[in-house]
């Protein structure tokens, strides 16, 4: 009898979380559909419990669940949608966004988000080393969920972006993820990912807004790079002098993944060492 009522309460309630065009839902959004549809609110906490274990839904952390993609009409919950949800506030960036864009082929392996907030996984909590290249992640239906944490005054150059018709979701920016190619070198291999992009897709980027971007960031060294990487494509001079007006006390490595030798270019007080690499 309790089996019956079980299944009953749950295929009410995942008609309603349909109706309702949720594909995540919140304990309080569950205790708010099970009142309109007459299931006892002191039951929700049971109820969920149990379309767990059935497999009708994933809960993702404390508090957030995802309808599962058997059971609720072959709607497939957006991987975005469940990263944003895992850390909030959160944006899609990285090689995610990137992907998004049409700024790579490569397909990631890995969601990738940027957060201000402090990030603690469940690996984390269990002490279980689930790292790869050092960083903790959430692994939910086999797909791997990371998240970048950055300064506050960092989280900008952020829009937000229907993904599926369920969902709209916080994703960098085009100039802002390009940005971030020149900020987090070393998570994209080196600046020869930055520099292929400039060069293939240039005219899809606004440049205005990603010397704007630069300088808001304020990095000497990453705006010397975009300056220097912008002007060898042949972007005009007086739409990134603004980066080169920015005082510089030192030559900085165009790759900083690279040693610190070859040729000094003293408009930009950048160190072309990619030949250095050319050469090893």
Not at 12 to 39: H, K, P
Not at 114 to 137: C, I, L, Q, W, Y
Not at 161 to 176: A, F, G, L, N, Q
Not at 236 to 251: D, N, Q, Y
Request: glycine share 8%.
């Amino acid at each position: 009898m309790e089996s019956l009522q079980s299944r009953t309460h749950s295929n009410r309630f995942l008609r309603a979380l349909g109706e309702e065009g949720l594909t995540i839902f919140s304990t309080a959004q569950a205790r708010w559909i099970a009142e309109n549809i007459d299931i006892p609110t002191g039951y929700v906490a049971n109820l969920l419990m149990i379309m767990e274990r059935d497999g009708w839904i994933t809960r993702l952390r404390r508090g957030f669940y995802a309808r599962s993609g058997a059971t609720n009409g072959g709607v497939q919950v957006h991987p975005f949608s469940i990263a944003t949800k895992l850390v909030m506030p959160s944006a899609i960036s990285h090689w995610s966004a990137l992907h998004h864009h049409g700024l790579t082929e490569q397909i990631p392996r890995v969601i990738t988000a940027f957060t201000f907030k402090k990030v603690v996984t469940p690996s984390m909590r269990s002490n279980d080393n689930n790292s790869h290249e050092g960083r903790h992640a959430w692994i939910i239906d086999q797909i791997r969920y990371e998240f970048v944490t950055v300064k506050e005054k960092y989280y900008f150059g952020i829009e937000d972006v229907w993904v599926d018709e369920y969902s709209r979701i916080p994703v960098t920016d085009k100039e802002r993820t390009v940005l971030e190619t020149f900020i987090s070198t070393r998570m994209f291999g080196g600046i020869s990912e930055a520099l292929g992009i400039i060069d293939d897709h240039l005219n899809s980027i606004n440049i205005n807004k990603l010397v704007d971007y630069a300088g808001r960031y304020g990095m000497i060294s990453v705006a010397k790079r975009i300056g220097w990487a912008l002007e060898h494509a042949g972007v005009e001079s007086s739409l990134i002098e603004p980066l080169r007006k920015i005082p510089a006390t030192g030559f900085h490595a165009l790759d900083p993944t690279l040693p610190h030798k070859g040729h000094c270019d003293n408009r930009w007080m950048i160190q072309n060492n990619l030949a250095s690499k050319e050469s090893n």
